[in-house]
């Protein structure tokens, strides 16, 4: 072979192979954290802008002087489903949305490039769930497009029915919410943006994983956005134990009947606690410990395996800021998560605002 054919030759090898390692780690995108308030999840006064300033400026800076915020996306945590499709006002809410769910808390996360969603369930929530889906999932869906449109924001559905989901009413309630915002993948509209919470790896929720994975998140002809592999009953004790959970959605569950078909690596993000007890957990306060440091080369590399092209998962969700539970400590000053989350969105280079995301 000529030499300078055989130069050509060894270069075009190079290339490939510089693209090819270039394709194998992909950017993470979403770098977000849950939110429950001062109530445990709750919501239900108007928050003094002052003190929610002190209790959560850790998410709005990290702390190195950059000003730049710790995550890109903030899901208030919940919206109580029956409540919301009967527009309730009580002590707590005000046409069915939590008093502390307004403007002033959006504006605060959206004004520093923040992306703000709400959180319509949680495991408290199932039964107003079930109730609400089988009264009028319709309206439910579309009195929850009407909220994301009032305050700018997207809904996550969060539905923790184990035995029996009412998967006919979901399917209703979200076509009504696509009927007002269709699925738009360039995510310029905050209030498109729906997604759904799906257990850590597919063995629990498994009625809702099967049919959402089939029918919603597809990538050739998606639904949903995307959807977040929940955190386990306590924090996985390795990012082998993490990273196995999540793998259980990269390749489905083709034994069981119906099967659970594989989850493109694009449409999902994995959860980690930042709160585990009394106690600051290295995910919140000591990146270099966590499992968003021993788990990020999975995260930005994991491979497709019969769904999507692309490797790499979306990115994190941490549960849960400020207060999540009476038996827990709150992300509060001294406890606040600048030296976990924070740096973890330096070290992974996070993009504000939220870049689009990828498809496949």
């Known amino acids: 072979m ?43 006064s108007v928050r003094d802008m002052t003190d929610f300033d002190t209790k959560n400026h850790w998410m709005i800076d990290r702390g190195d002087g950059s000003g730049l915020p710790s995550v890109n996306l903030v899901v208030l945590s919940f919206v109580q489903p029956l409540k919301l499709l009967n527009k309730t006002t009580d002590s707590q ?48 869906g579309l009195n929850a497009a009407a909220l994301a449109k009032s305050l700018g924001v997207g809904i996550e559905i969060d539905y923790e029915n184990s035995s029996s989901p009412n998967l006919t009413g979901m399917q209703a309630f979200i076509n009504a919410y696509r009927s007002q915002f269709p699925y738009d993948a360039t ?16 063995r629990y929720l498994i009625g809702l994983c099967q049919y959402a994975t089939a029918n919603w998140l597809q990538t ?13 009953n306590k924090q996985p004790s390795s990012a082998s134990a993490a990273e196995s959970n999540w793998q259980e959605h990269v390749d489905g ?8 078909g594989p989850l493109a690596p694009a449409k999902f993000t994995g959860s980690l606690y930042i709160v585990t007890g009394k106690n600051p957990a290295p995910e919140c306060n000591n990146f270099s ?3 968003e440091n021993s ?19 979306l990115g994190y969700m941490f549960w849960a800021a400020e207060c999540q539970g009476t038996r827990s400590i709150c992300t509060t000053p001294p406890n606040t998560c600048e030296g976990g989350v924070g740096v973890g969105a330096k070290t992974y280079n996070i993009a504000f605002p939220m870049p689009p995301l990828r498809q496949n």
């Open 2 to 44: 000529p030499r300078r054919l055989s130069l050509l030759v060894i270069l075009g090898a190079a290339l490939v192979l510089a693209a090819s390692s270039a394709n194998a780690q992909t950017q993470i995108q979403i770098y977000g954290a849950w939110h429950c308030g001062n109530d445990f999840c709750t919501w239900g």
């Open 93 to 140: 809410t005000l046409n069915g949305v939590p008093l502390g769910m307004n403007s002033a808390v959006v504006n605060y996360f959206t004004s520093h490039n923040i992306r703000v969603m709400l959180s319509i369930g949680g495991i408290t929530y199932v039964t107003y769930w079930d109730q609400a889906l089988t009264q009028n999932a319709t309206q439910l």
């Open 187 to 202: 995510g310029a509209n905050p209030a498109a943006r729906l997604t759904i919470d799906l257990a850590a790896g597919d």
């Open 220 to 232: 050739s002809n998606p639904v949903l956005d995307y959807t977040n592999a929940m955190v386990p």
């Open 253 to 260: 569950k083709p034994q069981y009947s119906p099967p659970i």
């Open 289 to 291: 410990a966590s499992l």
């Open 295 to 313: 788990t990020g080369t999975y995260v930005e590399t994991v491979a497709p395996n019969g769904a999507g092209t692309t490797s790499g998962m």
